[in-house]
Structures are given as C-alpha cells and as structure tokens.
C-alpha cells in the first residue's frame, strides 16, 4: 500500500538510480544570433561565449527510469563561467509533471508544462512546441545528411565538442515575493549519452513571438543546421559554482513562470 512517508532506504535507493533516458529520439537544431541578444539575457557571472551560438532541441522520451513516457524541448546559448565553456538553459517546456519537478527543482532547469510534437516519416522530421495557443517554435528537417552551412559541422564540433556542461540558476523566491529565501545558486549539470543514430539535417524553423516564452529574442542570423539522434542519455548530477548576487540576478529570474501584464 501506498504512503504519503517513504521508507529512507527506498529514498536512498531512488538517489542512486541514474536518471537514465532509453531510445530518446532528439532533433537539435543550431544557429547564430546576434552577439547583442547574448549580451543581454545572460546574468552574470555567466558570459558570451567565443560565438553567439544558439541551440534548441525537440526530443521524445519513449522510456525513462523516473517516471512515464514524455516529450521535452529547450533552447540554450553557448556561454561561460570563469573561461569553462557551457550552455545556459533559457526555456525547457515539456510534457509530464513529475519531470518538470525534478528538473526545476534538483536541478534548476527553467521547466514549464507545454504541447510539444516530433514526428518522423522516413528522412523528414517535424517538431512543435506550443503554451497557451501560441506555437512559439516549429522545426520541419530534411535528414540529408549535411546541414544547411557547409561548415556546420565543423562549427559545432569546435565549440560543443562531445558536449558541454549546462548552466542552471537554482533558487527560490520568498514567500513575501519581494526576493529570494534560497538565494540564486549557478549550477553545472552534464549528460552522457550513448548514441546508436547520429543524421545531420536541414533544417527550417518558425519563432512567433510569445509574451510568456520569448524564443523569437534569439534571432536567426545564419542557420548552421539541424542533427537527429537515437541515444540511451544519463543525466549526472549536478554541482554549485558559486552563489550569484540575489540583487543582479533579480531581472532574468522570471524563467519558470508566465509573464501576465
């Protein structure tokens, strides 16, 4: 029978179960924007990496090992703590309740309940990400086998390498709302991932402006190109950095939560 207490050792046990991802089917795309829109939207510490590089992914998770099937999507610039390279996790809408708690909450990633679709037919992917009646990003990828830039490839394996951290800010706001009672932490946070289907693709996509998940702020200036991957993904845990000035950070802690005017 279930119980609102849970036993410590079955507490202990689910701490030491990899948050692992099985077959988890991704389409990532990457582009540049203009270094000004990098500028703006990152808080320090964090800075602008050496190029104002843009990623975004839609991904469908067939099996996990912490909850039921999902889909998930996010949007990162490329960026730095102390000359460590890294990504800044904007927005992560998704699908499943109990994934969005673990990831805001262990985590710090900027999670928020969406309709999310990726759908495959033989070498064409489309992918969709909507809140509140507005579809706010749409991908359509030609699994081709080489990107839209002919140097996209090499682009991304020079600045993301076989991946970078991510960069969180974990922190709560008082129950006052007038600041934070767990002041804002920078978190780093990586994946492992074993992949068994790695197809570059060229990609189109569609930014409609939204007042509550502003990705159309990244601008495409150049469109590098899209990759699709079947892999099992381990997320790994997490560390503090460092503790960010609550009064700094104050402008880009709306992340989680709906701009209503």
């Known amino acids: 029978m279930s119980s609102f207490v ?11 179960t990899p948050t692992t991802f099985y077959n988890a089917e991704t389409l990532t795309v990457y582009w540049e924007t203009s270094p000004e829109v990098i500028r703006s939207i990152l808080p320090a510490p964090l800075t602008p990496g050496p190029r104002p590089l843009v990623h975004a992914f839609v991904a469908n998770y067939p099996r996990t090992s912490f909850c039921e099937p999902y889909r998930e999507a996010a949007v990162f610039v490329l960026a730095a703590y102390n000359g460590q390279p890294g990504t800044y996790c904007l927005s992560m809408p998704i699908s499943d309740d109990i994934a969005m708690g673990l990831g805001r909450e262990i ?21 969709s990400v909507s809140r509140r009646g507005t579809e706010f990003f749409h991908v359509e990828a030609a699994l081709s086998g080489k990107m839209n830039a002919a140097d996209g490839e090499s682009i991304i394996s020079a600045h993301y390498g076989n991946g ?15 600041g934070f009672d767990l002041g804002p932490l920078l978190i780093r946070q990586t994946a ?23 990705w159309a ?45």
């Open 6 to 16: 849970k036993d410590v050792n079955e507490i202990t046990k689910r701490i030491n």
């Open 107 to 127: 985590y710090g990633f900027p999670k928020k309940m969406a309709d999310i679709s990726l759908q495959k037919e033989d070498h064409h992917i489309a992918g």
């Open 164 to 178: 970078l951290p991510v960069f969180n800010m974990k922190y709560s706001k008082s129950p006052d709302g007038r």
């Open 192 to 214: 492992s991932m074993d992949i068994s289907v790695r197809t570059a693709a060229e990609v189109e996509i569609h930014l409609h402006d939204s007042p509550h998940d502003p």
């Open 217 to 261: 702020e990244l601008e495409v200036v150049r469109m590098l190109g899209g990759i699709y991957t079947v892999s099992n993904t381990v997320l790994e845990r997490g560390e503090v950095l460092t503790a960010v000035d609550p009064e700094q950070f104050l402008p880009y802690s709306n992340l989680r939560w709906d701009w209503w005017n």
